[in-house]
C-alpha cells in the first residue's frame, strides 16, 4: 500500500526520514530555504521544491493522501517573549488554506508548546470540519533521544481513528551519541562564559553521568560556548557538540550528510523535527490508512 504525502516547510527533511522509515512515500516537499533544499536533495530526493508557500497555489501541486506542516516555530517560542518576537506570524493561514483546498485523508502539524498560547492558530488547525483531531503535547525527544525538546503533534483525520502514544523504548544516550574524533572548532566565548564573564554559565552535559543535552538551537554556530559536553580531552574539558553529534541529538543517521557550511548545517538541524517524532507520527498515519483500506473493503 502506497501513501503519497506532500510535505511542507520541510527543512532539509528530517522529519521526512521519519515518515519515510514508517513506510510513508513523500509525494512532494516545499522549502524555501536554499541551502536545506541543497542538503534535501543530496540526501533524499530531487521531489523537494524551492518556494515560497505563501505564493504557491495549492491545485497546481500533485495530489496526496496526507499533508505535513512544520512550519518555522520561532515566534511562537517561550523564549520569543525574551527577545519581543513571540508574536505568532500567518504561516499557519497557508497551512490552512492548502487544507481548506486539497481536504486530505489526514494532516499532521509539528510545532512548539508554545503555540497553543495562540488560539487563533488552534482553532485553525484543531477545529477544521469533517476532521477528527488528537492534539499531543508535549512529545519530549528524551523519549528517543538525548535531547531535551518538547513539541506539539497535532493529528487530523477524516474518519475516527485512535492515534496512540509514542510507545516506551530505551532512549539512545548521550555517551552513544559522542564522536570518538569531532571535528570542532572552540570559540574564545567558551572560556570567557566558564570564567563567569557572561550572564549565564554554559549547560554542560556529560555522557559518563548520564546527562542529556539542552534543545539543539538553530542558532548554535553563533553560541556555541551555551552548550558544552564533557571531553577531558580539551581545554577547561569541554567542547561544543560537533555538526555530525548535534545531528545525531536530532536522531538524524550517519548516512545524512550536509554539503553546505557548519554553520548552515547546525542551523538545519536545530530547526528539524526529531527523525523519531516523524517516525512515530508517519507510523500512526500509516495504521490509519491501513485501518481505511480495510473499512472501505468491507463496505
Known amino acids: 500500500m502506497q501513501i503519497n504525502v506532500n510535505s511542507y516547510f520541510c527543512g532539509a527533511g528530517l522529519m521526512d526520514i521519519g515518515l519515510i522509515n ?28 524551492q518556494c515560497d508557500l505563501t505564493e504557491e ?34 504561516l499557519f493561514l497557508h497551512a490552512l488554506r492548502h487544507l481548506a483546498i486539497r481536504k486530505p485523508d489526514a494532516y499532521v502539524v509539528e510545532n512548539v508548546p508554545g503555540m497553543r498560547a495562540f488560539p487563533l492558530v ?9 476532521y477528527y483531531v488528537h492534539v499531543f503535547c508535549p512529545v519530549q525527544s528524551q523519549h528517543w533521544l538525548p535531547q531535551r525538546r518538547d513539541r506539539l503533534i497535532i493529528f487530523g483525520t477524516r474518519r475516527p481513528f485512535e492515534v496512540r502514544p509514542p510507545k516506551n523504548c530505551r532512549p539512545v544516550t548521550l555517551a552513544e551519541i559522542v564522536e570518538h574524533d569531532p571535528e570542532v572548532t572552540l570559540p574564545s566565548a567558551i572560556k570567557a562564559r566558564m570564567s563567569g ?11 559518563s553521568k548520564g546527562d542529556i543535552a539542552p534543545t539543539c538551537v538553530a542558532h548554535y554556530a553563533k553560541d556555541k560556548s551555551t552548550r558544552l559536553v564533557a571531553d577531558k580531552r580539551f581545554p577547561m574539558g569541554v567542547r561544543p557538540y560537533s555538526v555530525r553529534e548535534y545531528a545525531r541529538l536530532q536522531g538524524v543517521p550517519d548516512w545524512f550528510t550536509f554539503p553546505v557550511s557548519a554553520t548552515s548545517a547546525y542551523r538545519q538541524i536545530g530547526n528539524g523535527v526529531s527523525v523519531p517524532k516523524g517516525e512515530w507520527a508517519g507510523g500512526e498515519l500509516f495504521r490509519y490508512f491501513q485501518q481505511s483500506k480495510k473499512l472501505d473493503k468491507v463496505a
Open 122 to 130: 488552534m482553532e485553525a488547525m484543531t477545529k477544521l470540519p469533517d
Open 22 to 49: 514508517a513506510g510513508l512515500t513523500i509525494n512532494q516537499s516545499f522549502e524555501i530555504d536554499t541551502d536545506a533544499v541543497k542538503t534535501y536533495r543530496e540526501n533524499i530526493g530531487h521531489h523537494v521544491k
Open 57 to 90: 497555489l495549492v491545485l497546481n501541486q500533485e495530489e496526496c493522501d496526507a499533508m505535513v506542516f512544520t512550519y518555522p516555530c520561532t515566534k511562537y517560542s517561550t523564549i520569543g517573549d525574551i527577545h519581543g518576537v513571540r508574536t505568532g506570524d500567518d
Open 197 to 207: 564573564k557572561y550572564r549565564d554559565l554554559p549547560i554542560i552535559s556529560d555522557p
